[in-house]
C-alpha cells in the first residue's frame, strides 16, 4: 500500500491513547540497536498502515518493564484514505496482543502529545502477601512484609506541592532545573495490594519509583515518615529509598489544556 | 535425599492450598502421555521434597487454562523430618512461578480433598470492553459487546436449590446422577468486568463454563432470564448456551464440614 506524497498534501494528526503490558520490552523508546520498543512497534504498525513512515511521539519514555494503561502518543500522515474508526481497529489487529491502541482521534496540528502535556498520573502496586501471585507476575512488585499504610499516607502527603526533586532522581539529572509540582499523592490499600497514585506536572528520570522506593522504606518503619522532607531540603539522592522495581509502575493517564 | 520407608511408619497426611495460573497447563490431572498438568508438577516437588514418590489427591480436576486461587489437594508422606513451616517454602521454590502453595498443614488421616468436600466455590469473569486488555491476556474471557446484568443476574437466581442439571453438561455424564444444589450464584460488575460467582455442592463437566455461556446469551438479549428454567426441565444440553472459555473461570474455594 502507498500514496502519493507531495509537500502540498495536508497532513491528518492523529492522537493515539495507548495500553501496554511493558514487561516484554525494552520500554517505550525507540534504540538504535532495534530491540523491541513500544515506540518503534507503533511506527511500524502505523507506517504499514498509512503506507508511509511515520514518526510516532510519545508523553512518557516509560522504562523497560514499566507498564501503561492510557500513554498518549500522536503522529502525523498525508494518507486520507483510512477513516478514523478503522484505524483503531486496524492498529490494534497489526500489532502484538500486549499493546492495545485504546482510542485513536484527529487533532489540531499543534497538539504534541508530550510537549503539550500538563499533568500526568502513574500509579504504583505493591503486592504484600507471604507468597507470590501466579497470576500477577511481571505486574505487580512483590513484597513480603507488612507495611505500616498510615505511615505511608503521611510520607506521601509532603510530597505535594512544589519541590525541588533532586533527591529522588539520579545524578544525570543534576544540571537539569529539577523543580516540580505534585498535585496529588496518596496511598491506599486495595485487596493483597498497597497502592501508591501519583499526579504531578512532570516527573524526572525514575522520580516515581525512588519516591515509591522511599516510601516502602518507611512503611517498613526502617525511616519516620518526616525522612521526606529531610530528602527534598538536602536534595541528596543518597537519602532517599532504592529504586523500586519496574514492573510495579503503571502510566494511568496524561492530562492535556481544556480547549 | 531418601527415608527410610517400611509399613509400620505412621504417615503424616499434610493438605495444600494452592494457587495456579492454569494458561499453560493440560489441566490439573496427571495425565499418561506425561504433558504438563500441575498434578504431576506438584507430586514431582512434593516427592523431591519429601523423599519418595507421592500420589496428590486434588478436590477438583480442573480444566486446561483455568485458573485457582484456592484449589485443594493432600498427600501422605513417610517423611518426618521437615517442618510444616518450612515445607511451604520449599515446595514454592520447587515449583515454577505460575503454580504457589498458599498453605500446607498436617490433618487427619481421613481428611480426602476430592471425597469430603462439600462445596466448592468458581467464579468466571467476563473482561467488557471494545479493547482487549493488555494486562489480562488469558485471566479474563474478553467480550466486545455489551451485556445486560440485570438480565444475568434474573437468570442467575433461577439456578439455585437443587436441581437436575443434565442440560448443563455434556452427553457422556448422562447415566449419572445429574442432581446437583446451588447454594448461591451471583452476578455483578466490577470495574470493567462482569463477574459470575457460583458455589454448589458439586458440578457436573463444564457445568460452570455452560451456565456462564447461557448467561451470556441472555445478558446479549438472545434469550430471555427464563430460559434457564426452560433448561432445567427439558434437560437437555442443546437448549442451553455454547461453553465458555477456560480462560475466564477460577476454583476460589473448596469447602469442608466443620470438625
Known amino acids: 500500500m502507498s500514496v502519493n506524497v507531495n509537500s502540498t498534501t495536508p497532513a491528518r494528526n492523529i492522537k493515539l491513547v495507548v495500553a501496554y503490558n511493558g514487561a516484554g520490552y525494552h520500554g517505550w ?4 540497536d532495534g530491540v523491541d520498543t513500544i515506540q518503534h512497534l507503533i511506527e511500524q504498525s502505523a507506517g504499514r498502515l498509512v503506507g508511509h513512515p511515520v514518526a510516532v511521539n510519545g508523553a512518557s519514555r516509560t522504562d523497560a518493564g514499566v507498564h501503561a494503561l492510557g500513554q498518549v502518543a500522536n503522529f502525523f500522515t498525508i494518507n486520507h484514505s483510512i477513516p478514523l474508526r478503522a484505524m483503531r481497529r486496524a492498529l490494534n489487529s497489526l500489532l502484538p496482543r500486549d499493546i492495545a491502541i485504546l482510542s485513536a482521534e484527529q487533532v489540531n ?13 502513574y500509579k504504583y502496586r505493591i503486592y504484600v502477601a507471604p507468597v507470590r501471585s501466579v497470576h500477577l507476575h511481571n505486574l505487580v512488585y512483590h513484597y513480603w512484609r507488612w507495611l505500616d499504610v498510615e505511615a505511608m499516607q503521611d510520607a506521601a502527603r509532603r510530597l505535594v506541592g512544589k519541590h525541588d526533586f533532586r533527591g529522588f532522581t539520579c545524578s544525570a539529572e543534576a544540571r537539569r532545573n529539577t523543580v516540580r509540582t505534585i498535585h496529588h499523592c496518596e496511598v491506599y490499600q486495595s485487596g493483597d495490594e498497597i497502592i501508591v497514585s501519583i499526579t504531578g506536572n512532570g516527573f524526572l528520570y525514575k522520580m516515581v519509583r525512588n519516591i515509591v522506593g522511599t516510601l516502602i522504606e518507611i512503611g517498613r518503619g526502617r525511616w519516620a515518615p518526616d525522612r521526606v522532607d529531610m530528602i527534598l531540603s538536602s536534595r541528596n539522592r543518597d537519602d532517599a529509598g ?11 493517564s496524561v492530562q492535556y489544556p481544556d480547549k
Chains 1, 2 share one sequence.
Not at 29 to 32: E, I, P, T, V
Not at 109 to 121: E, G, L, N, P
Not at 242 to 250: I, K, S
Open 29 to 32: 523508546q525507540r534504540q538504535a
Open 109 to 121: 496540528d499543534d497538539f504534541h502529545a508530550s510537549r503539550c502535556a500538563v499533568a500526568k498520573t
Open 242 to 252: 532504592p529504586t523500586a522495581p519496574a514492573e510495579g509502575l503503571y502510566l494511568v
